[in-house]
């Protein structure tokens, strides 16, 4: 019976994730915050087409960048400059594929938020797709 009850265990702790948006980059403070984007409004139209990206304001500390992958998967991004202290040049710019921060001119891929040589990656956002919606949230 002990075995079961240890095999059980180590089951249910190997099968737990962690589902936390663990925010390590100290320049980017943690909100909370629940965003449902209509693609059908004219304003957001352009995400239904892969390649697309919009910056998004009222939202996490500097707005948000949310980004079109592959026409039904969506991926998004504080709009705050993750290797800069949050300042008045330090909210990013969509620039097709990449976001620019204005801070110091570098430049993330939208498709990762990774820029080569930074220490830290654009901080991400959980995405979910209903429909013609999708709700972005922390």
């Known amino acids: ?3 079961y009850f240890f095999i059980l265990l180590i089951l249910l702790l190997c099968n737990c994730s ?3 948006n663990n925010n390590s980059n100290p320049n980017i403070p ?8 209509n ?3 004219p304003t957001y139209n352009n995400l239904k087409f892969v390649s697309n990206g919009m910056y ?4 996490g500390a500097r707005g948000i ?7 039904t998967a969506y991926v998004a991004y504080d709009a705050a400059c993750p290797n800069q202290a949050l300042s008045a040049c330090s909210t990013m710019v969509v620039n ?3 976001a620019k921060c204005n801070c110091d001119n570098f430049e993330y891929n939208l498709f990762t938020g990774q820029c080569p040589g930074k220490e830290f990656p654009m901080k991400p956002y959980r995405v979910e797709t209903i429909g013609a919606i ?3 949230y922390n």
């Open 96 to 98: 097709g594929i990449t």
């Open 65 to 71: 960048i949310v980004f079109n992958t592959t026409g």
């Open 18 to 20: 962690n589902d936390s």
């Open 39 to 41: 693609t059908d409004l």
């Open 56 to 59: 998004i304001p009222n939202a």
């Open 134 to 136: 999708i709700r972005v």
């Open 1 to 3: 019976m002990k075995n």
């Open 30 to 37: 943690n909100y909370n915050f629940t965003i449902d984007i």
